[in-house]
């Protein structure tokens, strides 16, 4: 077979014959976009599932003229392939894999170079609060944290120099939601850019780049690929400059994913649709359950009436996710003990894989915040996290209810 060699490859495709037109495939559902889109059976050999490409280097046929690939840390095409298939989930252009999420903020932090300020949601991600704090603060870029509950808090934080307002919604372990389209439209009227970090609700539930967000993170490591055996990241966007931007720092820098991580990630995704949609269910019926249980304080999860923003997660997103916190009624003994207890739930940290998993934030994920922040954002001793699997729905309800009259006499 006669090689299809490009001239200074163009990176945007995986190397294979598109038999889809372009047209035709913004048109399909998630779930087809999911399997088909960045995946063509192998011209070479037919296969359906793309090899795991593990070489570091390619052939160019003369200088400079190749198959579209260099070396791997440029570009790779099981990355390209993920690259593909998740810009088509989250409705950008343009998709750019990482070796982690934090790599990717490290990335995007990076871009704005020194002197720079960054306006971030009070309560954002552990690793993202860490790495404003103690890494961007080294460079010279300072960061203010704002209650975004009402979004017109953020106008006073503006400064001439405010390059990057990052929010995440909803937020962890709390779930506050933030209303993207009225924050994306500030940030604008001040000339910076807006991050939303989308791993919560993944690109099934919540497409920030529709509500005006500028680039789009996940932490791969969860709901994209979704069985807890890949660490990874990913930033989405539409605009060209500042994809040519991230993309020469992710060759720069290097904080790449390996070939075999691509794949497996990519993999995962072809479920996205499947797994959301149950993690939802069962999160749902859980949320109901704990409200009625009367070993338990307050329950907060978005698609409950009683969710203070229940009308602002109806309009933004597309659904409310897996992941739900509660108060267990008591103090960190009564939830160390239902933690102690449960059977289907395992303790530990991260989220939005098919297992179940409990956490107490306050002593893991967000231990590392001061005790006044955590008292402030609400990530109290009995405030416990909820990573709702997709096991039957039935058997994770009675383990919590077995744990519960154990923890709360
Ligand atoms: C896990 C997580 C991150 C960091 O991602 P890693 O892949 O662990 O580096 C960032 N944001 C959120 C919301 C996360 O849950």
Do not use: C
Request: hydrophobic share 35%; aromatic share 8%.
């Amino acid at each position: 077979m006669a090689p299809n060699i490009k001239e200074n490859g163009d990176n945007n495709n995986n190397g294979y014959e598109n038999h889809l037109y372009e047209e035709q495939i913004k048109e399909f559902g998630f779930g087809t976009r999911a399997i088909h889109i960045g995946q063509e059976p192998d011209p070479n050999t037919g296969a359906v599932i793309p090899p795991i490409s593990l070489s570091t280097t390619y052939k160019q046929y003369g200088i400079g003229i190749h198959k579209g690939y260099e070396y791997s840390r440029s570009d790779n095409p099981n990355r390209s392939a993920f690259e593909t298939a998740i810009a088509s989930l989250e409705k950008g252009k343009y998709a750019l894999a990482f070796s982690s999420g934090s790599a990717v903020t490290a990335t995007i932090i990076t871009s704005i170079g020194t002197n720079g300020h960054i306006i971030s949601v009070d309560d954002v991600y552990g690793g993202t609060n860490r790495y404003f704090n103690k890494v961007a603060e080294t460079q010279g870029i300072e960061t203010t944290f704002v209650d975004l509950h009402d979004p017109q808090d953020i106008k006073d934080a503006f400064k001439l120099n405010t390059k990057i307002v990052w929010i995440e919604t909803p937020t962890n372990p709390t779930l506050k939601l933030v209303d993207i389209r009225a924050v994306a439209d500030i940030t604008h009227q001040h000339n910076a850019i807006l991050v939303v970090d989308n791993t919560f609700m993944s690109p099934y539930f919540q497409n920030p780049l529709e509500l005006g967000a500028d680039i789009v993170v996940h932490s791969v490591t969860k709901y994209i690929n979704g069985h807890s055996d890949v660490i990874m990241g990913v930033a989405i966007m539409n605009d060209q400059e500042i994809y040519n931007k991230l993309k020469f720092l992710q060759n720069a820098i290097g904080a790449i994913p390996s070939s075999f991580d691509s794949w497996l990630a990519h993999r995962g995704l072809k479920t996205l649709h499947l797994r959301m949609r149950q993690h939802q269910e069962n999160a749902f019926k859980i949320a109901r359950f704990l409200e009625k249980s009367d070993k338990v304080e307050q329950v907060i999860y978005p698609g409950l009436e009683s969710h203070p923003q229940h009308s602002l997660a109806k309009k933004q997103t597309k659904g409310f996710g897996g992941m739900l916190s509660f108060r267990i009624r008591g103090g960190f003994n009564e939830a160390n003990a239902f933690l102690q207890n449960t059977k289907l739930f395992t303790l530990a940290e991260s989220l939005g894989g098919v297992e179940s998993l409990a956490e107490l934030p306050s002593k893991m994920t967000h231990a590392g915040l001061s005790e006044e922040h955590r008292n402030a954002v609400g990530v109290t001793d009995n405030l416990i996290r909820l990573s709702i699997g997709v096991e039957d729905v039935d058997d994770l309800l009675e383990d919590i209810q077995q744990a519960l009259e154990i923890a709360v006499r």
